[in-house]
């Protein structure tokens, strides 16, 4: 425990442990989005039917950690019945709700929500449900809940595709590494309890656990000679912003594709250049969306790497050869129906809904993934896929809302009955 309390490296961001493919932390601001989109997605906005906030008052605490969603006060929502599911979408929701299932029934709930036998009623019943009658699946085994304040943020990441080469030549200088098997995970809660879900990345050196190199270092051919690299990029801008994705397709020069998923993180803090160049006034008004961004460290090449250093986490990354990207339950995420939150607050799984000010993110969708700027009860990262549409909405994805998450029926009621009675 000596050895724990004198590192000097910070705590790692609850997501960022496992799959983390986004960290955004309002990494962009859309201004007006609807303007930006491709005609084919403005065409397909159904707005979500709205719903009332349960003020704070009123919300129902279980137990006294309100660093999770048990402890931040809860309140049950609307009748599903009430939210007018899209049937599209819905049965989207059910695919994924039925693959994460096998993780669902077994895993620990980190939000002291739900447990995993919460989940077999309606698991078993997936299995063999019509995807063409979805709504009615979710409106017959579960309810609203709201988790905390309700009131929710949503930022939205997608699958980007860049120029890589499976080997190094003068087009592709740029390294993409794999983990470096120096590279330790650190689970805190077995020193102390006060530490529980609490983790550090390090590396040994000598007798002590020491930071790992930062992305200036890594830049600077810290893991160079290493045969760490498992492709080469044509340009750092594309992979910086690959990584803050956490995954993506590589366009190679046969015209193949290679797929890449987050495999770890090098345990550095997140920085998000968007808002430290909007703090900086560096991004001219109409310019503070991921496009406006990219212009702008091109145009200012010397600066630009300077600020991107400033965010000195880095991603490490496994090639994929079967379905994907993954998730932080080991399955695939699928555009327009997964989306990341953390896991301290919603079960991963868990279906979520949400009605935004950007209608495009409103509806149903499966939490199926996490992030290392996913923080919070009411904090969202939706999954628009790959592509040029993908990276426009997801781009200009920052929106607020409400949100409500589905858990198995009789959740709320179950835990009201097993409550701690005042004095007794």
Same mark, same amino acid.
């Given at each position: 425990?000596?050895?724990?309390?004198?590192?000097?490296?910070?705590?790692?961001?609850?997501?960022?442990?496992?799959?983390?493919? $986004?960290?955004?932390?309002?990494?962009?601001?859309?201004g007006t989005m609807a303007a930006e989109l491709?005609?084919?997605?403005?065409?397909?906005?159904?707005?979500?039917?709205?719903?009332?906030?349960?003020?704070?008052?009123?919300?129902?605490?279980?137990?006294?950690?309100?660093?999770?969603?048990?402890?931040?006060?809860?309140?049950?929502?609307?009748?599903?019945?009430?939210?007018?599911?899209?049937?599209?979408?819905? %049965?989207?929701a059910l695919q994924s709700f039925r693959t994460?299932?096998?993780?669902?029934?077994?895993?620990?709930?980190?939000?002291?929500?739900?447990?995993?036998?919460?989940?077999?009623?309606?698991?078993?019943?997936?299995?063999?449900?019509?995807?063409?009658?979805?709504?009615?699946?979710?409106?017959?085994?579960?309810?609203?809940?709201? =988790?905390?304040?309700?009131? %929710?943020?949503?930022?939205?990441?997608?699958?980007?595709?860049?120029?890589?080469?499976?080997?190094?030549?003068?087009?592709?200088?740029?390294?993409?590494?794999?983990?470096?098997?120096?590279?330790?995970?650190?689970?805190?809660?077995?020193?102390?309890?006060?530490?529980?879900?609490?983790?550090?990345?390090?590396?040994?050196?000598?007798?002590?656990?020491?930071?790992?190199?930062?992305? %200036?270092?890594?830049?600077?051919?810290?893991?160079?000679?290493?045969?760490?690299?498992?492709?080469?990029?044509?340009?750092?801008?594309?992979?910086?912003?690959?990584?803050?994705?956490?995954?993506?397709?590589?366009?190679?020069?046969?015209?193949?594709?290679? +797929?890449?998923?987050?495999?770890?993180?090098?345990? +550095?803090?997140?920085?998000?250049?968007? +808002? =430290?160049?909007?703090?900086?006034?560096?991004?001219?008004?109409?310019?503070?969306?991921?496009?406006?961004? =990219?212009?702008?460290?091109?145009?200012?090449?010397?600066?630009?790497?300077?600020?991107?250093?400033?965010?000195?986490?880095?991603?490490?990354?496994?090639?994929?050869?079967?379905?994907?990207?993954?998730?932080?339950?080991?399955?695939?995420?699928?555009?327009?129906?997964?989306?990341?939150?953390?896991?301290?607050?919603?079960?991963?799984?868990?279906? =979520?809904?949400?009605?935004?000010?950007?209608?495009?993110?409103?509806?149903?969708?499966? $939490?199926?993934?996490?992030?290392?700027?996913?923080?919070?009860?009411?904090?969202?990262?939706?999954?628009?896929?790959?592509?040029?549409?993908?990276?426009?909405?997801?781009?200009?994805?920052?929106?607020?809302?409400?949100?409500?998450?589905?858990?198995?029926?009789?959740?709320?009621?179950?835990?009201?009955?097993?409550?701690?009675?005042?004095?007794?």
């Open positions: 425990m000596t050895l724990i309390s004198a590192c000097s490296m910070a705590i790692i961001p609850q997501g960022a442990v496992r799959g983390a493919s $986004a960290q955004q932390d309002g990494e962009w601001v859309a491709p005609v084919q997605a403005s065409q397909n906005i159904i707005p979500a039917k709205p719903f009332d906030i349960v003020a704070t008052d009123r919300l129902i605490k279980f137990g006294d950690d309100p660093s999770r969603g048990i402890g931040a006060g809860l309140a049950l929502g609307p009748d599903i019945a009430t939210l007018d599911l899209q049937e599209s979408r819905a %049965a989207a994460s299932c096998s993780s669902l029934v077994r895993r620990v709930d980190q939000s002291g929500l739900t447990e995993g036998a919460d989940w077999q009623l309606s698991c078993d019943a997936a299995k063999s449900w019509q995807d063409n009658d979805a709504v009615r699946f979710f409106e017959s085994y579960f309810e609203a809940v709201q =988790v905390g304040d309700g009131q %929710a943020f949503a930022t939205g990441y997608f699958e980007p595709q860049i120029r890589g080469s499976r080997v190094r030549n003068n087009d592709y200088q740029v390294p993409i590494y794999r983990r470096p098997p120096n590279l330790l995970d650190v689970d805190l809660g077995l020193f102390s309890d006060e530490l529980k879900d609490k983790r550090v990345r390090g590396k040994v050196e000598g007798s002590k656990l020491v930071p790992f190199e930062d992305r %200036a270092a890594i830049d600077d051919g810290a893991l160079a000679g290493q045969g760490l690299e498992i492709a080469w990029a044509q340009d750092y801008i594309d992979l910086f912003f690959l990584q803050i994705q956490g995954s993506g397709r590589l366009a190679l020069p046969d015209g193949s594709i290679m +797929r890449i998923g987050y495999e770890s993180q090098n345990g +550095r803090g997140y920085t998000g250049i968007g +808002r =430290v160049m909007r703090e900086r006034g560096l991004l001219a008004d109409g310019k503070t969306n991921m496009q406006g961004i =990219v212009e702008w460290l091109r145009a200012n090449p010397q600066e630009g790497m300077k600020i991107m250093r400033e965010n000195k986490s880095y991603i490490f990354f496994r090639e994929l050869t079967g379905p994907g990207p993954l998730g932080a339950m080991g399955h695939p995420v699928v555009a327009r129906t997964s989306v990341a939150t953390d896991r301290m607050y919603v079960p991963l799984g868990a279906p =979520v809904f949400l009605n935004m000010a950007h209608d495009i993110a409103d509806g149903i969708w499966i $939490a199926q993934d996490t992030g290392g700027a996913i923080k919070g009860s009411n904090r969202f990262d939706t999954f628009w896929g790959a592509g040029a549409e993908a990276a426009v909405i997801a781009g200009g994805m920052s929106s607020s809302g409400a949100a409500l998450i589905f858990l198995p029926k009789g959740t709320l009621s179950k835990h009201m009955i097993n409550r701690p009675r005042a004095g007794g």
